[in-house]
C-alpha cells in the first residue's frame, strides 16, 4: 500500500526559504519507472503541478515559478524534498506529494497548509 | 503551456441523476488526460487516467471519453458522495496542468 505525507513548516516569513519533505513507503524510487511530484492549492484556488523527480534522479519543474523551485530525492530514506526560494504571500498555498504513475498521480499526500506572512 | 478549461464551474444536479463535465485543451493532448475528485479539506482521487480508463477503486457510474483537445467526464446515477469538486489534468507535456475545476452542488 503505497502512502505519502508531507511535513515543514506552516509559517514562513516573505522572502525566506521554504523546505517541505515528503515521507513515502510501499514503492521505492530507485525502482524504474517510479516518480513523486508536488502540487500545490492556495486555499479556495486551483490546482497547480509544481515539480517531479523519477527514479533516475531526472527533474522537472513549472517554468511559472521563475527558477525557485528545487527537488531532491533520498532513496535509502523515502524521502523527497522540495524547496521553495523567496516566498511571498501568494505561495500561500497546500502542498501536495504525490505518486506518480504514467503522468497520473494515483496517490496523494494529505497535503500541509503554509503560509507566507510577516 | 497547455491550458485546461473546464465547463461548467460549477454545476447543481439532484441524486439519481447524470452529470457530464467537459474539458478542452488549448492543443492537442492525445489521451493523456486525467479526471479527479476533490472533496473540502481532502486530498484529489484520482478517477479516470488515459482519457477513459477507470481507476481501480472507483465505482463505474464514472467515465471518461475524448481525445486530442475535447474531453468529458461523465456521472451517472449521482450518488451524495458525488458531490465536490472536480478537477482535468493533461500529461502531455511540461509543465503538467488542470483545469479551474468544476464544482458539483446538490440541487
Known amino acids: 500500500q503505497i502512502t505519502l505525507k508531507e511535513s515543514g513548516p506552516t509559517l514562513v516569513k516573505p522572502t525566506q526559504t521554504l523546505t517541505l519533505t515528503c515521507t513515502f513507503s510501499?514503492?521505492?524510487?530507485?525502482?524504474?519507472?517510479?516518480?513523486v511530484g508536488w502540487i500545490r492549492q492556495p486555499p479556495g484556488e486551483a490546482l497547480e503541478w509544481l515539480a517531479l523527480?523519477?527514479?533516475?534522479?531526472?527533474?522537472r519543474y513549472n517554468p511559472s515559478l521563475n527558477n525557485r523551485l528545487t527537488i531532491t530525492k533520498d532513496t535509502s530514506k523515502n524521502q523527497v524534498v522540495l524547496t521553495v526560494t523567496n516566498m511571498d504571500p501568494v505561495d500561500t498555498a497546500t502542498y501536495y506529494c504525490?505518486?506518480?504513475?504514467?503522468?497520473?498521480?494515483?496517490?496523494w499526500g494529505q497535503g500541509t497548509l503554509v503560509t507566507v506572512s510577516a | 503551456d497547455i491550458q485546461m478549461t473546464q465547463s461548467p464551474s460549477s454545476v447543481s444536479a439532484s441524486v439519481g441523476d447524470r452529470v457530464t463535465i467537459t474539458c478542452r485543451a488549448s492543443?492537442?493532448?492525445?489521451?493523456?488526460l486525467a479526471w479527479y475528485q476533490q472533496k473540502p479539506g481532502k486530498a484529489p482521487n484520482l478517477l479516470i487516467y488515459?482519457?477513459?480508463s477507470l481507476q481501480s477503486g472507483v465505482p463505474s457510474r464514472f467515465s471518461g471519453s475524448g481525445s486530442g483537445t475535447d474531453f468529458t467526464l461523465s456521472i451517472s446515477g449521482l450518488q451524495p458522495d458525488d458531490f465536490a469538486t472536480y478537477y482535468c489534468?493533461?500529461?502531455?507535456?511540461?509543465?503538467?496542468?488542470f483545469g479551474q475545476g468544476t464544482k458539483l452542488e446538490i440541487k
Open positions: 489534468q493533461q500529461a502531455k507535456s511540461y509543465p503538467y496542468t
Open positions: 523527480i523519477y527514479w533516475h534522479d531526472e527533474k
Open positions: 510501499g514503492f521505492s524510487l530507485s525502482t524504474s519507472e517510479e516518480a
Open positions: 504525490a505518486h506518480r504513475r504514467g503522468g497520473y498521480f494515483d496517490y
Open positions: 492543443q492537442g493532448v492525445s489521451s493523456w
Open positions: 488515459a482519457a477513459s
